[in-house]
């Protein structure tokens, strides 16, 4: 049974919502992602909602009144069946529909389910972290009984029930103790009976009184007697008197019997007489025709005459005719095989004509056209075909390189033609050298100015106006010196200038007053300045021609640098091309000798040379076609003579009946049907002959059979003529009247003893013995007695009573009483506690009967179950589980023989061991009902390595088995386990 779909309308968190499911799915969710509350569901529609006053969570919606769902399952005997449970009475309102359209109700579910339960199903099919979690709290030796009931049912109310009928036993009774309920009542009933007898005993009139009542109950019963003897003397009488004329009449019918005397007549001889003869009447009747029926039939078979060579030859004959088919077909095969033959020949012409093959065909045999031959010659192929485009590569590469070494040497010669001559350098050379000298004079003109300065400002060092126009003119000389230094010649000499005319305006301005001796001091300076000036003008360059100079050196020496580094790539080009030409060379050795090898291949196989060196591959295609077709037209010419010697062993033993056939020019398949025809004509008249021969016989026997019954009927004729003692027919119909008449008086003989045989007195032997009819006297004096015998009675039961109330008064008066109603009461009550305490030894009695009955059945199947799940899951650490009958204690043995109980293991160890009989238990019980298994986190504990042989084992039961497997989890590393794309189901 697979459950293939889900479909909530609406329960718990989920409404409209729609689930597809997989023989071994994996339902992942976080907490709270809905998980038990899928599980519920699937519970509930199977089984029914939980009731209200269950523990149960009945999971109805919040938001929606639509409560239920609808799933689909696949059972193999019913098909696609669909169960749909809504609201509605107490368990919900439940729909069944089957693939063929019937719809039922919970009736038909039932039948589907197989009558499982709700609770077996969880206990058997459902796994959850809560049996293992059992399997913690459960200690000592109990974990072992513990396992045990778990391997039966699934879960510990085996064990569970045991215990608890052990405990309410003792609670009511123990052989030695004295706190339990029956032995407390026991001790107080004998401390009961004990004051009972002593308050008897203070009665001092009681005893009398009961000894009085003893004696008029003795009397009683005799006097009750004698009235049943009398009653019983007066009922015999007058039986007597109403058999009386029946025993008369059965005395006078014997007398008559006595008259007829003896005599010996068959029973029913008249009838049985009678029948023989009109039986003797009719065979005599049908003797007749037979006769006239078997002499007809032999005049017949005297004109029927059979050829025995034919019919003796009758199997021969059929198996030639039967064959007739296959010679035809063998004969159509021949024509087949030598068209067939022909086409052939055309293709190996065709192929011989394409190869341009130049041997002979029978050659072919002796050819080596293997597999390693093929891929040898694919090989070589291949390496022709590396070959032709590494050819293609190296032309390639010879053009582009060819090319690249043109473009270089054409590059670098256009670099050296625009390289500067020697001319034009060394006057760009000198220019430069100009300029040097320019900043030279400029560097002294600017020291002069300095000196010139310094003595003007020490001459008007209070006027602030000159200290400033000192540190101004400070700032232009530092301006102009770091322009110097940094190659800004013309802007140098501009602020240089404007700072010399300034300088002189002012001298002639403002310091015309100044002292002689200061312009004696400065009269060297100012000549050589003039000097300097003068050599400066004389100077004919610009700051342009400078420039221009600086920039044409400047770029021949970048010219000259990329000159250099071209000429070393133009070198590199021309190596490349040299190991070019030397490829060149090392690829035609190698082509050389892959086409001395296609050639002597191609020569091996009677090939051109041509078609040996372009055309190999496609030769070996076609030589490997042209030895198929070859082998071919041998093997068909084989058949070819292999059905020629048939047919000729086969018209061999057709010549055999040559008698037969008139004209030998008819073909085999003409004489073949002139033997069918002859074979059935004749077959056709030994049938007829045989029907004859045995209607013959039918006759025969038919007459014979007749004779005999004549024969018969005459003798038992003769036998009733014996039997009557007679001899004629009229003498045997006289003794059979004497006969009715005697036994006319039999039958009513008969019917008197019937009705005396109804009466139960005893009934006299002899005719003398016979008493008389009672008169009613008798009766009168019988009736009296008996009315006297009452009265004594009844005096007798006045005297009874009087005795029994006196010792009711006794009884009723003080302690005794009390003593005596209380000592019944607590009888009551311990035979009310001993009939508790059988119930709980009666369901122990059938519970150890049943469990006795499972371990010698069913559960030596389960623990080899299990032992095998429980030796997978530890990776052979544990190779076997078994269990002691006597104690019922299960035992797991290491595989180093070492036997341990289920307590001694680790925790891990034993949910495991609890694992392997829940499956084992489940898997066996899914062979006769065939449900999914439900997992919801149940291997949580389990180390990676045996939780990987855990999910192993689940995924061989669910292919081995046909198991549906749904494992509910919120942990991410069970995901790896299942198909991703469509096991997986992501809550």
Request: net charge negative.
């Given at each position: 049974?697979?459950?293939?779909?889900?479909?909530?309308?609406?329960?718990?968190?989920?409404?409209?919502?729609?689930?597809?499911?997989?023989?071994?799915?994996?339902?992942?969710?976080?907490n709270?992602?809905?998980?038990?509350?899928?599980?519920?569901?699937?519970?509930?529609?199977?089984?029914?909602?939980?009731?209200?006053?269950?523990?149960?969570?009945r999971?109805?919606?919040?938001?929606?009144?639509?409560?239920?769902?609808?799933?689909?399952?696949?059972?193999?005997?019913?098909?696609?069946?669909?169960?749909?449970?809504v609201?509605?009475?107490?368990?919900?309102?439940?729909?069944?529909?089957?693939?063929?359209?019937?719809?039922?109700?919970?009736?038909?579910?039932?039948?589907?389910?197989?009558?499982?339960?709700?609770?077996?199903?969880?206990?058997?099919?459902?796994?959850?972290?809560?049996?293992?979690?059992?399997?913690?709290?459960?200690?000592?030796?109990?974990?072992?009984?513990?396992?045990?009931?778990?391997?039966a049912?699934?879960?510990?109310?085996?064990?569970?029930?045991?215990?608890?009928?052990?405990?309410?036993?003792?609670?009511?009774?123990?052989?030695?103790?004295?706190?339990?309920?029956?032995?407390?009542?026991?001790?107080?009933m004998?401390?009961?009976?004990?004051?009972?007898?002593d308050?008897?005993?203070?009665?001092?009139n009681?005893?009398?009184?009961?000894?009085?009542?003893?004696?008029?109950?003795?009397?009683?019963?005799?006097?009750?007697?004698?009235?049943?003897?009398?009653q019983?003397?007066?009922?015999?009488?007058?039986?007597?008197?109403?058999?009386?004329?029946?025993?008369?009449?059965?005395?006078?019918?014997?007398?008559?019997?006595?008259?007829?005397?003896?005599?010996?007549?068959?029973?029913?001889?008249?009838?049985r007489?009678?029948?023989?003869?009109?039986?003797?009447?009719?065979?005599?009747?049908?003797?007749?025709?037979?006769?006239?029926?078997?002499?007809?039939?032999?005049?017949?078979?005297?004109?029927?005459?059979v050829?025995?060579?034919?019919?003796e030859?009758?199997?021969?004959?059929?198996?030639?005719?039967?064959?007739?088919?296959?010679?035809?077909?063998?004969?159509?095969?021949?024509?087949?095989?030598?068209?067939?033959?022909?086409q052939?020949?055309?293709?190996?012409?065709?192929?011989k004509?394409?190869?341009?093959?130049?041997?002979?065909?029978?050659?072919?045999?002796?050819?080596?056209?293997?597999f390693?031959?093929?891929?040898?010659?694919?090989?070589?192929?291949?390496?022709?075909?590396?070959?032709?485009?590494?050819?293609?590569?190296?032309?390639?590469?010879?053009?582009?390189?060819?090319?690249?070494?043109?473009?270089?040497?054409?590059?670098?010669?256009?670099?050296?033609?625009?390289?500067?001559?020697?001319?034009?350098?060394?006057?760009?050379?000198?220019?430069?050298?100009?300029?040097?000298?320019?900043?030279?004079?400029?560097?002294?003109?600017?020291?002069?100015?300095?000196?010139?300065?310094?003595?003007?400002?020490?001459?008007?060092?209070k006027?602030?106006?000159?200290?400033?126009?000192?540190?101004?003119?400070?700032?232009?000389?530092?301006?102009?010196?770091?322009?110097?230094?940094?190659?800004?010649w013309?802007?140098?000499?501009?602020?240089?200038?404007?700072?010399?005319?300034?300088?002189?305006?002012?001298?002639i301005?403002?310091?015309?007053?100044?002292?002689?001796?200061?312009?004696?001091?400065?009269?060297?300076?100012?000549?050589?300045?003039?000097?300097?000036?003068?050599?400066?003008?004389?100077?004919?360059?610009t700051?342009?021609?400078?420039?221009q100079?600086?920039e044409?050196?400047?770029?021949d020496?970048?010219?000259?640098?990329?000159?250099?580094?071209?000429n070393i790539?133009?070198?590199?080009l021309?190596?490349?091309f040299?190991?070019l030409?030397?490829?060149?060379?090392?690829?035609?050795?190698?082509?050389?000798?892959?086409?001395?090898?296609?050639?002597?291949?191609?020569?091996?196989?009677?090939?051109?040379?041509?078609?040996?060196?372009?055309h190999?591959?496609?030769c070996?295609?076609?030589?490997?076609?042209?030895?198929?077709?070859?082998?071919?037209?041998?093997?068909?010419?084989?058949?070819?003579?292999?059905?020629?010697m048939?047919?000729?062993?086969?018209?061999?033993?057709?010549?055999?009946?040559?008698?037969?056939?008139?004209?030998?020019?008819q073909?085999?398949?003409?004489?073949?049907?002139?033997?069918?025809?002859?074979?059935?004509?004749?077959?056709?008249?030994?049938?007829?002959?045989?029907?004859?021969?045995a209607?013959?016989?039918?006759?025969?026997?038919?007459?014979?059979?007749?004779?005999?019954?004549?024969?018969?009927?005459?003798q038992?004729?003769?036998?009733?003529?014996?039997?009557?003692?007679?001899?004629?027919?009229?003498q045997?119909?006289?003794?059979?009247?004497?006969?009715?008449?005697r036994?006319?008086?039999?039958?009513?003989?008969?019917?008197?003893?019937?009705?005396?045989a109804h009466?139960?007195?005893?009934?006299?032997?002899?005719?003398?013995?016979?008493?008389?009819?009672?008169?009613?006297?008798?009766?009168?004096?019988?009736?009296?007695?008996?009315?006297?015998?009452?009265?004594?009675?009844?005096?007798?039961?006045?005297?009874?009573?009087?005795?029994?109330?006196?010792?009711?008064?006794?009884?009723?008066?003080?302690?005794?009483?009390?003593?005596?109603?209380?000592?019944?009461?607590?009888?009551?009550?311990?035979?009310?506690?001993?009939?508790?305490?059988?119930?709980?030894?009666?369901?122990?009695?059938?519970?150890q009967?049943g469990?006795?009955?499972?371990?010698?059945?069913?559960?030596?199947?389960?623990?080899?179950?299990?032992?095998?799940?429980?030796?997978?899951?530890?990776?052979?650490?544990y190779k076997?589980?078994?269990?002691d009958?006597?104690?019922?204690?299960?035992?797991?043995?290491?595989?180093?023989?070492?036997?341990?109980?289920?307590?001694?293991?680790?925790?891990a160890?034993?949910?495991?061991?609890?694992?392997?009989?829940?499956?084992?238990?489940?898997?066996?019980?899914?062979?006769q009902?065939?449900?999914p298994?439900?997992?919801?986190?149940?291997?949580?504990?389990?180390?990676?390595?045996?939780?990987?042989?855990?999910?192993?084992?689940?995924?061989?039961?669910?292919?081995?088995?046909?198991?549906?497997?749904?494992?509910?989890?919120?942990?991410?590393?069970?995901?790896?386990?299942f198909?991703?794309?469509?096991?997986?189901?992501?809550?």
């Open positions: 049974m697979i459950i293939k779909e889900l479909v909530i309308y609406g329960y718990g968190k989920f409404e409209q919502y729609h689930l597809k499911l997989q023989p071994f799915s994996l339902i992942y969710g976080k709270e992602a809905g998980k038990s509350t899928i599980m519920s569901f699937i519970h509930s529609i199977l089984f029914g909602f939980p009731l209200k006053q269950q523990s149960e969570l999971y109805e919606p919040k938001t929606s009144s639509k409560y239920g769902g609808r799933i689909v399952l696949e059972d193999p005997d019913w098909g696609i069946v669909q169960i749909e449970r609201k509605g009475k107490a368990i919900g309102d439940v729909t069944v529909k089957l693939e063929d359209g019937t719809i039922g109700d919970e009736e038909l579910l039932q039948v589907i389910l197989g009558g499982m339960e709700k609770s077996t199903y969880q206990s058997i099919y459902s796994f959850d972290i809560h049996g293992l979690q059992n399997v913690q709290k459960v200690k000592g030796e109990e974990l072992g009984k513990f396992l045990f009931s778990t391997s049912i699934g879960t510990e109310q085996i064990m569970e029930t045991d215990q608890f009928l052990d405990k309410e036993m003792d609670k009511l009774f123990k052989p030695n103790g004295s706190r339990p309920d029956i032995n407390k009542q026991i001790a107080k004998k401390v009961l009976d004990n004051q009972l007898k308050a008897k005993r203070k009665i001092i009681y005893e009398t009184l009961l000894q009085n009542l003893t004696n008029t109950d003795n009397q009683l019963e005799a006097k009750r007697k004698q009235m049943a003897d009398i019983q003397e007066i009922f015999e009488k007058k039986e007597w008197n109403r058999i009386y004329p029946l025993f008369m009449q059965r005395k006078n019918l014997e007398e008559k019997l006595t008259e007829l005397g003896e005599f010996q007549f068959p029973s029913n001889g008249i009838t007489y009678e029948k023989l003869a009109a039986e003797l009447r009719t065979i005599k009747k049908r003797l007749v025709p037979l006769n006239e029926q078997l002499e007809e039939i032999t005049k017949e078979l005297e004109t029927i005459e050829d025995e060579r034919i019919t030859n009758k199997e021969p004959i059929q198996f030639i005719v039967e064959d007739l088919p296959n010679y035809r077909q063998e004969a159509g095969k021949l024509k087949e095989l030598a068209v067939q033959i022909n052939i020949e055309d293709e190996l012409l065709q192929i004509t394409k190869l341009h093959y130049q041997g002979d065909l029978e050659a072919i045999k002796q050819f080596d056209l293997s390693a031959k093929k891929d040898q010659i694919m090989e070589l192929v291949k390496k022709q075909s590396h070959l032709d485009e590494r050819k293609r590569e190296l032309e390639k590469n010879e053009n582009e390189l060819g090319q690249k070494l043109k473009q270089q040497k054409s590059f670098v010669n256009e670099l050296a033609r625009s390289r500067l001559n020697e001319k034009e350098r060394l006057h760009l050379e000198n220019v430069l050298k100009q300029e040097q000298e320019i900043n030279e004079i400029e560097s002294e003109l600017k020291w002069i100015d300095s000196q010139l300065s310094q003595l003007q400002n020490k001459q008007s060092i006027k602030s106006g000159k200290t400033a126009l000192q540190f101004v003119f400070g700032c232009i000389c530092i301006i102009t010196l770091a322009l110097f230094w940094f190659d800004y013309q802007i140098a000499l501009g602020i240089l200038s404007a700072s010399v005319l300034f300088s002189l305006v002012l001298v301005t403002g310091w015309r007053k100044a002292s002689d001796a200061t312009i004696k001091m400065n009269e060297p300076l100012i000549l050589k300045k003039r000097q300097l000036e003068k050599k400066y003008d004389e100077i004919q360059i700051s342009e021609d400078i420039e100079a600086r044409k050196l400047n770029k020496q970048l010219i000259a640098k990329q000159e250099e580094i071209e790539r133009l070198e590199q021309e190596r490349q040299d190991e030409v030397a490829s060149f060379e090392h690829w035609e050795n190698e082509t050389r000798a892959i086409n001395d090898e296609l050639l002597e291949m191609g020569r091996s196989y009677f090939l051109p040379d041509y078609m040996a060196k372009h190999l591959m496609e070996f295609t076609l030589l490997e076609q042209l030895k198929t077709r070859w082998n071919e037209k041998q093997r068909m010419s084989q058949q070819i003579e292999h059905l020629k048939i047919q000729t062993e086969k018209e061999a033993i057709l010549s055999k009946y040559d008698w037969l056939f008139h004209a030998s020019s073909n085999y398949e003409e004489r073949v049907l002139l033997l069918k025809t002859e074979l059935n004509k004749q077959l056709e008249l030994e049938k007829i002959q045989a029907e004859k021969l209607k013959q016989q039918e006759l025969v026997n038919q007459i014979a059979t007749c004779k005999a019954e004549l024969k018969q009927v005459e038992e004729i003769n036998v009733l003529f014996q039997q009557a003692n007679v001899e004629t027919e009229a045997f119909y006289l003794v059979g009247e004497k006969n009715e008449k036994n006319e008086l039999l039958n009513e003989f008969e019917l008197v003893n019937k009705q005396l009466s139960n007195l005893n009934l006299p032997d002899g005719m003398n013995l016979i008493p008389s009819y009672v008169d009613e006297t008798t009766f009168t004096e019988l009736n009296r007695i008996k009315e006297a015998i009452g009265k004594e009675i009844e005096q007798l039961e006045k005297e009874r009573v009087s005795i029994r109330h006196e010792i009711t008064l006794i009884e009723e008066g003080g302690t005794y009483t009390e003593l005596l109603h209380q000592f019944h009461q607590e009888k009551y009550e311990l035979e009310e506690m001993a009939r508790t305490w059988a119930v709980f030894q009666t369901a122990k009695y059938v519970l009967k469990m006795e009955k499972y371990k010698v059945e069913r559960l030596p199947k389960v623990l080899l179950q299990a032992s095998k799940y429980f030796s997978f899951i530890t990776d052979g650490a076997q589980i078994f269990l009958q006597e104690s019922d204690q299960l035992f797991v043995e290491r595989k180093d023989g070492m036997l341990f109980t289920p307590n001694e293991v680790s925790q160890t034993g949910e495991q061991l609890y694992i392997s009989l829940r499956f084992a238990l489940a898997v066996l019980s899914h062979k009902n065939p449900y298994f439900i997992i919801d986190d149940g291997f949580v504990h389990f180390d990676e390595d045996r939780r990987d042989q855990m999910m192993y084992l689940l995924k061989e039961i669910s292919a081995e088995s046909g198991v549906q497997i749904l494992f509910f989890t919120c942990h991410n590393i069970f995901k790896s386990y198909d991703r794309q469509h096991s997986v189901v992501f809550l």
